[in-house]
């Protein structure tokens, strides 16, 4: 705080930076049954191997930064920044490997009729590997200046950006073993990292004297990645629960599922708030907000082999997976749910008065997963007393709201306000979901399913409201607001074909017809943008030769842009037998089903309105 006869100038300012690091490597395991002179196998009522990860970061961060002066001159700034990092890595296994029931020690005969792993009640043998990593941060800047006097400027800037990043694998299986169970074989490899980030930015200025000026800039940042490393780079989170190379003989049921359920969850708000009073009075206020939300996974379940390596050429050895009734699932529902506001309100009063406010919102919201389930290459797959199912399900899931508001008032002899909102999301789900069986034999007491289904959902809702209000003997107002929606499933940016003439992040001084533009940064970075209008694009007035002013270019205008690497990238469902045999008492049914759905609402309001001797409003 600063305040003098002559002049007073204050200064504040304010960052918190906070970043939090896990890294996880979780091993739950049977790996062998015999050594050096010892009888083989491990016999037990029940058999439990789990490994079960809940690693969680809660981290917050919050910056205040409050500025005022008063005099004859009154200059006051104050800046809040806030920043959060938080990673979590790693993965998480159970299984059983190399438990095939052969002696250890080389010259031992060998009976194949002892079985590596043996259970004898109805809880049989159990392999679950669990993932519930967390994060749950929230990042948040508040900044305010006020200035008084007869001189009088305040300007306040408010940031907070938070970056969350989940990459953990899970795994359960069995491989290589011999496995005996008088009840149920149960494999559960599950997957439900999850992210929760609630970014937050405020930025106020109050500036009144004779002549008075007040700015502020509020900017709110969120960027979130399951399945991609702190650089941007894939990681596939792998989700999969599998038997290879395993003889399985089960009085019960033997079930293998594999499960995604990554959720994102993001709240970024931005708000910018500049209040001027005097006899000549200018207020500008500014609000961004942006996020950037990303999974990917590849989820699978599977029988791969029956055949221990170590039993091959034993005199004796018998092979096959049998059970009372077999069903191999992997499903993947990951979530993203985002929602993005940007609100600035610019206000004036004087006898020449003007203010400016502008909102803007964008998001980004990505989920690209592979699901399997199947069974390869197993010369007996054998269902004894119930049936055999298959099923591959992604139920992926983004639900995308984007809000701006501005509003600009002034009011004077001579008022002019303007004030521009716009808001902005790109919405994409693509990958495969596939499920079959290839190059073995089944036989079922019951039916056979294959089954595949793809049921993703995309919903983003786009509001944008620009207001100006001006009166005085001599009046103007200018309103805009732009709404833009896209939303893909099996299309999206080839990120291979991304060669252009220029990028936003370049300085040309003009651009003409046929050049291209890729975006370096944004919801939409990596897309490429051909210019299509007849009149060349030049640097604005006012901008520095090195000012990058082809970031605030509307790309989204189709009557001038039009994107060049926008590729089908077409989602596989695939259900299918393939070199197999199949003996079912019951019926056999493979079916691919597709009930994606995409639903858009988006509204766009924009209102101008001026009062006075002479007055001209446009929106």
Same mark, same amino acid.
């Given at each position: 705080?600063?305040a003098?006869l002559?002049?007073?100038?204050?200064?504040?300012?304010?960052?918190?930076?906070?970043?939090?690091?896990i890294?996880?490597?979780l091993?739950?395991?049977?790996e =062998?049954?015999?050594?050096?002179?010892?009888?083989?196998g491990i016999a037990a009522?029940?058999?439990?191997?789990?490994a079960?990860?809940r690693?969680?970061?809660?981290?917050l961060?919050e910056?205040?930064s @409050?500025s005022?002066?008063?005099?004859?001159?009154?200059a006051?700034?104050?800046?809040? /920044?806030?920043?959060?990092?938080?990673t979590i =890595?790693?993965s998480?296994q159970?299984?059983?490997?190399?438990?095939?029931?052969?002696?250890?020690?080389? =010259?031992?005969?060998?009976s194949?009729?002892?079985?590596?792993i043996?259970?004898r009640e109805?809880?049989?043998?159990?392999?679950?590997?669990?993932?519930?990593?967390?994060?749950?941060?929230?990042?948040?800047?508040?900044?305010v200046?006020?200035?008084?006097?007869k001189?009088?400027?305040a300007?306040?800037?408010?940031?907070?950006?938070a970056?969350?990043v989940i @990459?953990?694998?899970?795994?359960?299986y069995?491989?290589?073993?011999?496995?005996? %169970?008088?009840?149920?074989v149960d494999?559960d490899?599950?997957?439900a990292?999850?992210?929760?980030?609630?970014?937050?930015?405020s930025?106020? %200025?109050? +500036?009144?004297?004779?002549?008075a000026v007040?700015?502020?800039?509020?900017v709110?940042?969120?960027?979130?990645?399951?399945?991609?490393?702190?650089?941007?780079?894939?990681?596939?989170?792998?989700?999969?629960a599998?038997?290879?190379?395993?003889?399985?003989?089960?009085?019960?049921?033997?079930?293998?599922?594999?499960?995604?359920r990554q959720a994102?969850?993001a709240?970024v708000?931005?708000?910018?708030? +500049?209040i001027?009073?005097g006899? *000549?009075?200018?207020?500008?206020a500014?609000?961004?907000?942006?996020?950037d939300?990303?999974?990917? !996974?590849?989820?699978a379940?599977?029988?791969?082999?029956?055949?221990?390596? &170590?039993?091959?050429? *034993?005199?004796?050895a018998t092979?096959? *997976?049998?059970?009372?009734?077999?069903? /191999?699932?992997?499903?993947?529902?990951?979530t993203?749910? &985002?929602?993005t506001?940007?609100a600035?309100?610019?206000?004036?009063?004087?006898?020449?008065?003007?203010?400016?406010?502008?909102?803007?919102?964008q998001a980004?919201?990505?989920i !690209?997963s592979?699901?399997d389930?199947y069974?390869?290459?197993v010369?007996?797959?054998?269902?004894?007393a119930?049936?055999i199912?298959?099923?591959?399900?992604n139920?992926?899931? /983004?639900?995308?709201?984007?809000?701006?508001?501005?509003a600009? *008032?002034?009011? $004077?002899?001579?008022?002019?306000?303007?004030?521009g909102? $716009?808001s902005?999301?790109?919405?994409? @789900?693509? $990958?495969?979901?596939r499920?079959?069986?290839?190059?073995s034999?089944?036989?079922s007491?019951? =039916?056979?399913?294959?089954k595949?289904?793809?049921?993703a959902?995309?919903?983003?809702n786009?509001?944008t409201?620009?207001? &100006?209000v001006?009166?005085?003997?001599? +009046?103007?107002?200018?309103?805009?607001?732009?709404a833009?929606a896209?939303?893909?499933?099996?299309w999206?940016?080839d990120a291979s074909?991304?060669?252009?003439?220029?990028?936003?992040?370049?300085t040309?001084?003009?651009?003409?017809t046929?050049q291209?533009?890729r975006?370096?940064?944004?919801?939409?970075a990596?897309a490429?943008y051909?210019?299509?209008?007849? !009149?060349?694009?030049?640097r604005?007035?006012?901008?520095a030769?090195d000012?990058?002013?082809l970031?605030?270019?509307?790309?989204?205008? !189709?009557r001038?842009?039009e994107?060049v690497?926008?590729?089908?990238?077409?989602s596989?469902?695939?259900?299918?037998?393939k070199?197999?045999?199949?003996?079912a008492?019951?019926a056999?049914?493979?079916?691919?089903?597709?009930?994606t759905?995409?639903?858009?609402d988006?509204?766009?309001?924009?209102? $101008?309105? +001026?009062?006075?001797?002479?007055?001209?409003?446009? &929106?």
């Amino acid at each position: 705080l600063a305040a003098g006869l002559g002049g007073g100038v204050a200064a504040a300012g304010s960052g918190v930076y906070a970043e939090n690091e896990i890294n996880v490597q979780l091993e739950g395991s049977i790996e =062998g049954d015999a050594g050096s002179g010892r009888l083989a196998g491990i016999a037990a009522d029940t058999v439990t191997v789990t490994a079960d990860d809940r690693s969680s970061i809660h981290a917050l961060a919050e910056a205040v930064s @409050v500025s005022g002066a008063a005099g004859v001159v009154g200059a006051s700034v104050s800046l809040g /920044i806030s920043l959060a990092r938080n990673t979590i =890595g790693g993965s998480v296994q159970a299984f059983i490997d190399g438990a095939d029931g052969l002696p250890a020690r080389a =010259g031992e005969l060998a009976s194949f009729n002892d079985f590596g792993i043996t259970a004898r009640e109805a809880g049989g043998v159990v392999v679950r590997a669990s993932e519930d990593a967390s994060i749950g941060a929230r990042s948040a800047a508040t900044s305010v200046a006020a200035g008084f006097g007869k001189f009088a400027g305040a300007v306040s800037g408010g940031g907070a950006d938070a970056f969350n990043v989940i @990459v953990t694998d899970t795994r359960a299986y069995i491989e290589d073993s011999t496995v005996q %169970s008088a009840g149920v074989v149960d494999l559960d490899a599950s997957n439900a990292a999850a992210i929760d980030a609630t970014i937050l930015s405020s930025a106020v %200025s109050v +500036a009144a004297g004779g002549a008075a000026v007040g700015a502020s800039v509020g900017v709110a940042v969120a960027r979130n990645a399951i399945g991609f490393d702190a650089k941007g780079t894939a990681d596939p989170v792998e989700v999969r629960a599998w038997v290879r190379d395993t003889r399985l003989d089960a009085d019960g049921p033997l079930t293998i599922d594999a499960t995604a359920r990554q959720a994102i969850t993001a709240e970024v708000r931005a708000g910018a708030y +500049a209040i001027t009073g005097g006899l *000549v009075a200018l207020s500008a206020a500014g609000a961004g907000a942006s996020t950037d939300n990303r999974i990917k !996974t590849q989820v699978a379940a599977f029988v791969e082999g029956d055949t221990p390596a &170590s039993s091959q050429g *034993v005199t004796g050895a018998t092979h096959g *997976v049998e059970a009372q009734r077999i069903a /191999i699932r992997a499903d993947d529902s990951s979530t993203i749910v &985002s929602h993005t506001g940007a609100a600035s309100v610019a206000t004036t009063l004087g006898l020449f008065s003007g203010a400016v406010a502008i909102g803007i919102a964008q998001a980004r919201n990505e989920i !690209t997963s592979t699901v399997d389930a199947y069974a390869s290459g197993v010369d007996l797959l054998k269902a004894t007393a119930g049936g055999i199912a298959i099923e591959a399900v992604n139920g992926a899931t /983004i639900t995308a709201t984007a809000t701006a508001v501005s509003a600009a *008032v002034s009011v $004077g002899l001579v008022g002019v306000a303007v004030t521009g909102a $716009g808001s902005d999301s790109v919405n994409i @789900v693509r $990958g495969a979901v596939r499920a079959y069986v290839d190059d073995s034999d089944l036989v079922s007491a019951g =039916g056979v399913d294959v089954k595949a289904t793809d049921a993703a959902t995309l919903s983003a809702n786009l509001n944008t409201t620009a207001a &100006s209000v001006a009166g005085g003997i001599g +009046a103007g107002a200018l309103a805009i607001g732009t709404a833009t929606a896209r939303n893909f499933i099996g299309w999206g940016t080839d990120a291979s074909s991304s060669a252009a003439t220029h990028t936003t992040d370049g300085t040309p001084a003009s651009v003409t017809t046929g050049q291209t533009v890729r975006l370096a940064s944004g919801p939409d970075a990596g897309a490429v943008y051909k210019y299509i209008g007849s !009149t060349p694009l030049v640097r604005p007035n006012g901008v520095a030769a090195d000012g990058q002013w082809l970031k605030w270019v509307n790309f989204t205008d !189709t009557r001038k842009w039009e994107q060049v690497n926008l590729a089908a990238l077409p989602s596989q469902v695939h259900a299918y037998v393939k070199d197999a045999s199949i003996d079912a008492e019951g019926a056999i049914e493979v079916k691919a089903t597709e009930t994606t759905k995409v639903s858009a609402d988006m509204t766009s309001t924009a209102v $101008g309105v +001026a009062v006075g001797k002479y007055a001209v409003a446009a &929106s």
